[in-house]
């Protein structure tokens, strides 16, 4: 399709005129004040040309731009855009953002997935895990769902990523850690305030880094002895929680109630609308940073000599101690917040209050046993 820039001194405009269809189109692209020459409109023009010019079937990158622009990807989860922001901006885009769609097909992107593993987005000699090449197959995978939906593709087509396979995608590749009472407690006395109460909490509840940032003082009812999980801080940004299973209000055992209330004397904030670990640094405003906990569990689990220690390795801890206790599946189903059955395993039926108390005051024991 042929273009040009006309100008109208009449109206003082600049116009994009091409013809289609054996019509002469026109429209009209800015004034002399916004585009005093031609160099600036042809520049000005360029983005109507482009999409013009546009395929019936989309570059991956336009593609890309348009799925990031749908309402349903704005209500996703802070880090589950973080995540895709990531996969895209890395590794999509760069290999594939000047290729049509059509060009994803299953045997080029298994082969381009395959050599993946053994390349990071520098090209450093670093492998990607096969859980990480699972997730950029999910994501083309939605892209051509999306195209689909956008009439780009037809819908009744196969989409080719349901023949890309992952070699070793549900082997795990590395053992969680889950720590002794014994490591438990030369890994907490090697802590200072606040992360020492911070990792009690994330043991003796199973909660995870970003639902323990999370919490404020008004979570903790302390006439009734119930804590309410009902948000999560990643990188600094609340939001909800993923899952329905998540939300829950949790019983606190007697023996824990002092540990909060200890860390409320000494905290500079101690309103009930204050986060329970604010950040001095931050006036307040918000919480200790998860960077800060990561590096301080770090180099604790080094001086402690119990080997790494990430800030998850607490909700393993508690885990496994719920299963040195004896506690039964059902009741880890309901203290893990699984929202999967599958998750922990195979469970149906109700727990009753009494057992998950039970069970949680035996692993608050553990955690404050000196």
């Not at 013009?52 to 349903?72: G, H, I, N, R, Y």
């Not at 907490?188 to 909490?201: D, K, N, Q, S």
Request: glycine share 6%; net charge positive; aromatic share 8%.
């Amino acid at each position: 399709m042929k273009y040009c820039i006309v100008h109208s001194k009449k109206r003082g405009t600049w116009h994009l005129r091409w013809w289609e269809n054996g019509r002469r189109q026109s429209k009209q692209i800015g004034d002399v004040r916004q585009l005093p020459t031609l160099e600036a409109a042809k520049k000005a023009a360029a983005p109507h040309i482009r999409l013009l010019d546009k395929p019936t079937v989309p570059f991956v990158k336009d593609l890309v731009e348009e799925f990031k622009a749908q309402k349903e990807y704005e209500e996703l989860h802070f880090s589950t855009r973080r995540g895709y922001e990531s996969w895209f901006t890395n590794h999509i885009i760069p290999k594939w953002g000047e290729s049509l769609l059509t060009d994803l097909k299953a045997r080029p992107v298994k082969l381009w997935l395959q050599g993946l593993e053994g390349q990071t987005p520098k090209g450093e000699p670093k492998s990607l895990t096969p859980k990480s090449l699972v997730h950029i197959k999910a994501l083309i995978g939605q892209l051509w769902d999306f195209a689909a939906l956008c009439e780009y593709v037809s819908a009744s087509d196969r989409n080719p990523m349901e023949l890309v396979t992952i070699k070793g995608a549900s082997k795990r590749q590395r053992i969680p850690a889950s720590l002794t009472e014994d490591q438990f407690q030369k890994f907490a006395g090697e802590l200072a305030e606040p992360v020492r109460t911070i990792a009690l909490v994330c043991v003796s509840f199973g909660l995870r880094i970003s639902e323990c940032l999370g919490l404020k003082w008004s979570d903790v009812d302390w006439i009734n002895g119930r804590l309410s999980v009902s948000r999560g801080i990643v990188r600094q940004h609340t939001g909800d929680l993923k899952t329905e299973g998540s939300r829950r209000t949790m019983g606190v055992n007697p023996e824990f109630l002092p540990v909060f209330a200890e860390w409320r004397k000494k905290s500079q904030f101690t309103e009930d609308q204050d986060w329970v670990f604010a950040s001095p640094v931050k006036l307040g405003r918000l919480p200790v940073s998860y960077p800060y906990v990561l590096q301080s569990f770090q180099a604790a689990a080094l001086r402690a000599g119990i080997g790494p220690v990430s800030t998850h390795s607490m909700r393993h801890t508690f885990r496994s101690w719920l299963d040195a206790c004896g506690t039964s599946i059902a009741v880890q189903q309901k203290m893990m917040r699984h929202a999967d059955i599958r998750t922990t395993m195979n469970t149906y039926g109700n727990v009753v209050t009494n057992e998950m108390d039970v069970a949680h005051s035996k692993v608050v024991q553990m955690a404050l046993r000196a």
